[in-house]
């Protein structure tokens, strides 16, 4: 079973970047869509972003277009969500996860592998 970690989060003023970095630990997500999840105090994890196992397409929510990139490198076992424009609406735990399909999702229940997330907080 893959195991993943994230990386990257942090406290950041509105307009700033980030970007999150998510690598196995153990295992390989090689073949598998990988996605972005957010959860933030008091509500339901949601769908940010995926990207499906060859790189090739990709998809996000409304909220992010425009702002947001998820990337990965197979090679070096990571996926990348570079955050541009950030808002304070965007503060929330982000979650990388992978897929049990190779096609892009965005519901948590075709992902059975998740990181432990990284804390991103906006501030206004």
């Known amino acids: 079973q893959v195991q993943l970690v994230e990386s990257g989060g942090g406290l950041v003023q509105a307009g700033d970047s980030l970007r999150l970095s998510c690598a196995a630990s153990s295992g390989t997500f090689s073949g598998r869509a990988l996605g972005w999840f957010r959860q933030a105090p008091g509500k339901e994890r949601e769908f940010v972003a995926a990207?499906?196992?060859?790189?090739?397409?990709?998809d996000y929510t409304e909220s992010v277009k425009g702002r947001f990139t998820i990337s990965r490198d197979n090679a070096k076992g990571t996926v990348y969500l570079e955050m541009n424009s950030l808002k304070p609406e965007d503060t929330a735990v982000y979650y990388c996860?992978?897929?049990?399909?190779?096609?892009?999702?965005?519901?948590?229940?075709?992902?059975?592998?998740w990181g432990q997330g990284t804390q991103v907080t906006v501030s206004s």
């Open positions: 996860a992978a897929s049990y399909r190779g096609w892009i999702s965005d519901l948590p229940r075709e992902y059975n592998a």
């Open positions: 990207i499906n196992w060859s790189g090739g397409n990709t």
